[in-house]
């Protein structure tokens, strides 16, 4: 039986937040980028399309790079703390990621309803709204992800790193 600290461990946090959040990403970023593929097609590569295409391909790499830069160094490196065990070697200076990276949750967000806005200008379809439809799930996952990464996960991390260099 855990008790209530171990359910908020930064572990648990963390592993949670890759099992429900991370995985639904790897799920739909690729659906979305054939469905746009399809959509401007049929659009006859209409400029607006092509640019929601464009832009959303960019904000993939963006939240993929993302995704890898939180489960190859942040996490690990905030379980290793937590656990008293050596952390992972790292080359990135992970506080200054972690500004990063909640600058990224924002822009991110802000950059699929863009996109979501741009989609929505394509004649009526049944794939149109399917597109649009999937970018709004994404973006409301995104909501809820990203608020547990900036009010739990991002000051934990930081209490941990505060923690470790002053017990050197
Ligand atoms: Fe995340
Ligand atoms: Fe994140």
Do not use: W, Y
């Amino acid at each position: 039986m855990q008790n209530s600290f171990m359910q908020n461990s930064f572990k648990e946090l963390v592993e949670g937040i890759v099992a429900k959040h991370h995985s639904f990403l790897r799920r739909e970023l690729p659906l979305i980028t054939d469905m746009l593929s399809t959509l401007s097609t049929h659009c006859n590569h209409d400029a607006q399309i092509s640019e929601a295409e464009q832009i959303f391909k960019k904000v993939r790499s963006k939240i993929e790079t993302h995704l890898f830069d939180e489960e190859t160094s942040l996490f690990p490196t905030g379980i290793a703390l937590e656990s008293g065990t050596r952390p992972p070697d790292c080359e990135m200076d992970l506080l200054a990621r972690v500004e990063e990276m909640e600058k990224e949750h924002e822009n991110c967000g802000n950059a699929l309803g863009k996109i979501a806005q741009m989609v929505g200008t394509a004649p009526a379809s049944e794939l149109r709204d399917r597109v649009v439809n999937s970018i709004r799930l994404v973006r409301d996952d995104l909501d809820i992800h990203v608020e547990k990464e900036n009010t739990q996960v991002h000051p934990r991390f930081i209490e941990l790193v505060g923690a470790s260099v002053s017990a050197k």
